[in-house]
């Protein structure tokens, strides 16, 4: 979209073959106190599938000086979309690797398997500014037996990020959008729409979504104090430690005492340890049970060793439970009135 000069008259034809099959007003709105010519509008049903010559003429009057200029450009209208259908975790600590496969196909159900595909990730909440956003936090999705694939490196809030939030602010529900087009000029359908206050074009829904958990993934840990994290394997032995809003999978405990605050052990040993804990998340209601003892007296020996075979999406599933064209679109602009001559 680009700045316009004086306040002409626009009218956009859409050109096949050397024949106008159809033509629009487009009006100017102001924003941010600059003027811009800018319309969404709907592919109409009847046009055929093909290539479009669009051309943007603006006439200009004022007083006694008459104007006029043109602008061109070309569309390519699909004879149908792709259908997409998306799998991810629903549930993403910070710090790890999230895969996401989609299975793409055409109108009659036959597989994708040329094109280019992309999946962008971002946060719920910034769904308004996909126009940028999408630039930065877009991944490229390859075709592997069967399924694109694309892996993405998910932000982790304890370091410097390009969000410049915190584990908190990160923490909340994230959107994934997969879009593309394929080696025969199918496209993915897509629909989305233009705010007129801000200029910016965003799809109307997700292809899917996820709950970004405010928990660094920590693979090992066998320092003296955590917090915010879901360790997969503590290891405190000769050494007092203290864990803060965390999750730890799995723990040996030796010669040490572990004190948790809103936290929770689901798998330890421990010998001659103990674990004391302040105040302890609520219990799941799934299949992985707390194995939290509050508070534990001093022992020589003692195991406790569940079966985990959750994933960590089945483990805090319930924590997080509670928290809660084909259509296509067009934006024309005249940039500044230069002499034409008017198509016929």
């Known amino acids: 979209i680009t700045e316009t000069v004086g306040s002409p008259n626009v009218t956009v034809y859409f050109y096949k073959d050397d024949r106008v099959v159809y033509s629009t007003e487009v009006n100017s709105i102001y924003v941010a106190g600059t003027q811009y010519y800018v319309k969404q509008i709907t592919v109409p049903s009847n046009m055929s599938p093909g290539y479009y010559n669009v051309v943007a003429v603006a006439d200009y009057y004022h007083e006694n000086y008459t104007d006029s200029g043109v602008g061109f450009t070309q569309i390519y209208v699909s004879p149908g979309s792709l259908s997409v259908n998306v799998s991810n975790p629903k549930v993403v600590l910070q710090g790890t690797s999230l895969s996401i496969y989609a299975s793409i196909d055409y109108p009659n159900g036959t597989p994708v398997k040329l094109g280019s595909f992309t999946a962008v990730v971002i946060p719920a909440f910034m769904a308004d500014n996909f126009d940028s956003l999408s630039i930065s936090y ?36 994230w959107y994934i959008y997969v879009f593309g087009i394929s080696a025969f000029g199918y496209p ?92 302890s998340l609520p219990e799941f209601r799934g299949s992985l049970h707390n194995v939290n003892a509050t ?50």
Request: aromatic share 10%; no cysteine; glycine share 6%.
């Open 138 to 173: 877009a991944y490229p999705m390859v075709y592997v037996n069967g399924t694109w694939v694309a892996n993405v490196s998910v932000v982790n809030g304890s370091t410097p990020n390009g969000f410049g939030l915190s584990e908190g602010a990160l923490s909340s529900p």
């Open 295 to 344: 508070p534990t007296q001093n022992a020589t020996s003692a195991t406790i060793s569940e079966p985990v075979t959750n994933q960590v999406e089945e483990t805090v599933a319930e924590l997080v439970g509670e928290l809660a064209v084909v259509g296509v679109a067009t934006a024309i602009a005249v940039n500044a009135i230069r002499k034409a001559k008017r198509p016929t």
């Open 188 to 279: 993915t359908e897509t629909p989305s729409s233009l705010n007129y206050n801000t200029l910016n074009i965003a799809p109307e829904f997700p292809s899917s979504s996820f709950i970004l958990l405010p928990l660094a993934y920590v693979s090992l840990f066998n320092g003296s104090y955590a917090y915010g994290d879901y360790i997969n394997y503590a290891y405190i032995v000769d050494h007092n430690a203290t864990i803060v809003d965390s999750i730890v999978r799995n723990a040996t405990i030796i010669n040490a005492t572990v004190t948790l605050i809103n936290s929770q052990i689901y798998n330890y040993t421990l010998r001659n340890g103990a674990i004391v804990s302040n105040w």
